[in-house]
């Protein structure tokens, strides 16, 4: 089996192919001077170009890990992923507090996937 490696620096990959799996890195927002709702749909873009390059798309997300450092916001980041999510592919989901390594960051998701091309 082999792995491939996607946006790889010194200390990680932003994306992991291996087996028909795609595993992304936790997405952080490239804009930090936004509300949450905005960094969401900023970290959920950043999911879709990541899955594109690794052959898959959020119709064929496994499972989401969503990190968020206030639970305050839990409704401002349902808003943009909700809207986001393709509709009957909801994948399996957990969303829990956490403090982030930077604290402008608002939120932070991890996604798996299953390649749907090579």
Request: aromatic residues 8%; negative net charge.
């Amino acid at each position: 089996m082999s792995v491939q490696y996607f946006g790889q620096a010194h200390r990680l990959s932003e994306a992991t192919v291996a087996n028909g799996f795609v595993f992304l890195s936790g997405m952080v927002p490239e804009n930090t001077d936004v509300d949450v709702a905005e960094q969401t749909r900023d970290v959920l873009a950043q999911i879709d170009k990541w899955l594109a390059e690794c052959g898959s798309d959020k119709k064929h997300i496994l499972e989401a890990t969503i990190f968020l450092p206030d639970l305050n916001n839990y409704q401002a980041m349902n808003e943009a992923w909700d809207a986001w999510v393709a509709p009957g592919h909801a994948p399996a989901r957990a969303c829990v507090e956490a403090k982030l390594a930077n604290p402008d960051w608002g939120v932070e998701i991890k996604v798996s996937a299953v390649q749907i091309k090579k």
